[in-house]
């Protein structure tokens, strides 16, 4: 099966279901992709960047300090913490932003929680000069400090979104509105593999980076395949980057850690645990939904965690079984924290922190010969405020 089918499906999941007035728009996109999909010196000039600006490949780090304590399976470390601005996000910014200048579009709009993603739009903009607004929930505005003054300083405005729940949802909602208002001029550059087709096929295309080298990496460098593959799960991309390339690997099995939330809060984002099938910003998913359909608030204690629907790739490979996706509360997140920045000295972003924590009972399970690969998605720096605050240090 292709996936996804010609109308953006991941069997029944994702698909476009958006306004009249952005559906050109997303044809246009659509048929731009294809074209740089085919093009050579589209994906050559990409790699370029990927390398010698970004900071690609990363290395693949055996965690042998972390796999001793744990004592059990053997764990294995993706570094996309040490891309150019910190996280993985950077990856697909690039993609689309040669995406945009080869449309002729001028000015970029894109939402952020965490911020990471919102400082690699503001980053590849400076790079090739578009315009830049990053809409941001002012919740998320007050726990990433450091991220907005980021974003700022490379030249982007950003603008506070002060309704709802004042983080992701409201954000991608608003970034929406902009470009159904400005849609002749404006490339709308989403973060994750979410929203109407093809945004969670091209956003998995370029974040398939990680996988790809990850799978040469691990055979190099311990003669098979992993057995695991576990990554956060917010929307998605750093996930489904690292998971798509094995799809055939059925052998390899995945699995995606969602936000639980404050532990007995009943709130969280695990959409994938907890969530029911509808449709959110343009795609059929499983979403956090009340008995009437209404979109639930959420809250994680890692920003970009914190949103009520996820990626359709993810939701299908959760019906088909190819994967299976847990939730881990905010306390065992920062735990997850402590625990690779004293064994490894590597503090981790709180979204990768929730896989590191489940990680830390799962690994013990195994045999020692079993080898789990992990994605660390992002550095720690953005989340010290919030670290510090949590942990009393």
Same mark, same amino acid.
Request: proline share 4%.
């Given at each position: 099966?292709?996936?996804?089918?010609? #109308? &953006?499906?991941?069997?029944? +999941? %994702?698909?476009?279901?958006?306004?009249?007035?952005?559906?050109?728009?997303?044809?246009?996109?659509?048929?731009?992709?294809?074209?740089?999909?085919?093009?050579?010196?589209?994906?050559?000039?990409?790699?370029?960047?990927?390398?010698?600006?970004?900071?690609?490949?990363?290395?693949?780090?055996? =965690?042998?300090?972390?796999?001793?304590?744990? *004592? %059990?399976?053997?764990?294995?470390?993706?570094?996309?913490?040490?891309?150019?601005?910190?996280?993985?996000?950077?990856?697909?910014? @690039?993609?689309? /932003?040669?995406?945009?200048?080869?449309?002729?579009?001028?000015?970029?709009?894109?939402?952020? /929680?965490?911020?990471?993603? &919102?400082?690699?739009?503001?980053?590849?903009?400076? @790079?090739?000069?578009?315009?830049?607004?990053?809409?941001?929930?002012?919740?998320?505005?007050? #726990?990433?400090?450091?991220?907005?003054?980021?974003?700022?300083?490379?030249? =982007?405005?950003? !603008?506070?979104?002060?309704?709802?729940?004042?983080?992701?949802?409201?954000?991608?909602?608003?970034?929406? !509105?902009?470009?159904?208002?400005?849609? !002749?001029?404006?490339?709308?550059?989403?973060?994750?593999?979410?929203?109407?087709?093809?945004?969670?096929?091209?956003?998995?295309?370029?974040?398939?980076?990680? &996988?790809?080298?990850?799978?040469?990496?691990?055979?190099?460098?311990? *003669?098979?395949?992993?057995?695991?593959?576990?990554?956060?799960?917010?929307?998605?991309?750093? =996930?489904?980057?690292?998971?798509?390339?094995?799809?055939?690997?059925?052998?390899?099995? +995945?699995?995606?850690?969602?936000? /639980?939330? #404050?532990? +007995?809060?009943?709130?969280?984002?695990?959409?994938?645990?907890?969530?029911?099938? &509808?449709?959110?910003?343009?795609?059929?998913?499983? @979403?956090?939904?009340?008995?009437? %359909?209404?979109?639930?608030?959420?809250?994680?204690?890692?920003?970009?965690?914190?949103?009520?629907?996820?990626?359709?790739?993810?939701?299908?490979?959760?019906?088909? %079984?190819?994967?299976?996706?847990?939730?881990?509360?905010?306390?065992?997140?920062?735990?997850?924290?402590?625990?690779?920045?004293?064994?490894?000295?590597?503090?981790?972003?709180?979204?990768?922190?929730?896989?590191?924590?489940?990680?830390?009972?799962?690994?013990?399970?195994?045999?020692?010969?079993?080898?789990?690969?992990?994605?660390?998605?992002?550095?720690?720096?953005?989340?010290?405020?919030?670290?510090?605050?949590?942990?009393?240090?």
């Amino acid at each position: 099966m292709k996936l996804p089918d010609e #109308r &953006g499906y991941f069997g029944k +999941f %994702g698909g476009r279901f958006s306004p009249e007035v952005i559906i050109p728009a997303l044809e246009e996109l659509e048929k731009a992709f294809g074209a740089a999909e085919a093009s050579p010196s589209f994906w050559e000039e990409l790699q370029d960047l990927l390398q010698n600006y970004a900071g690609r490949p990363t290395p693949l780090y055996f =965690a042998k300090r972390l796999s001793n304590q744990l *004592g %059990g399976a053997r764990i294995a470390i993706k570094r996309e913490d040490l891309l150019h601005t910190g996280a993985h996000k950077i990856n697909n910014t @690039l993609g689309q /932003g040669l995406l945009a200048r080869m449309m002729g579009k001028k000015r970029i709009i894109a939402e952020t /929680g965490a911020g990471q993603h &919102g400082v690699a739009v503001a980053t590849v903009c400076a @790079l090739f000069g578009f315009e830049c607004v990053v809409y941001m929930g002012s919740e998320d505005i007050s #726990r990433q400090g450091l991220n907005v003054s980021r974003m700022k300083l490379l030249g =982007a405005e950003v !603008r506070a979104v002060d309704f709802g729940s004042r983080t992701l949802k409201e954000a991608v909602s608003e970034a929406i !509105r902009d470009w159904v208002t400005n849609v !002749r001029d404006t490339y709308y550059l989403l973060g994750s593999s979410v929203g109407p087709h093809p945004y969670p096929f091209m956003v998995r295309e370029f974040q398939s980076v990680i &996988g790809k080298e990850v799978k040469e990496q691990v055979l190099k460098e311990f *003669g098979c395949l992993p057995d695991y593959l576990i990554a956060c799960v917010g929307g998605g991309s750093n =996930a489904i980057g690292l998971f798509h390339p094995f799809f055939k690997d059925k052998e390899v099995k +995945f699995i995606g850690v969602e936000a /639980g939330g #404050r532990k +007995f809060s009943g709130k969280g984002a695990a959409s994938l645990c907890q969530g029911r099938v &509808g449709v959110l910003h343009g795609a059929k998913t499983y @979403l956090l939904q009340d008995k009437y %359909g209404q979109i639930e608030d959420t809250y994680s204690i890692a920003p970009g965690l914190d949103y009520p629907g996820v990626g359709p790739e993810h939701s299908y490979y959760k019906e088909t %079984g190819r994967a299976e996706y847990v939730a881990i509360a905010d306390e065992e997140a920062l735990e997850g924290v402590k625990l690779l920045s004293t064994t490894e000295g590597i503090i981790p972003a709180l979204e990768p922190a929730h896989a590191i924590a489940f990680v830390k009972n799962f690994a013990s399970s195994l045999p020692q010969d079993k080898l789990i690969v992990i994605s660390l998605s992002g550095r720690g720096d953005k989340d010290i405020d919030i670290i510090a605050r949590e942990l009393g240090l």
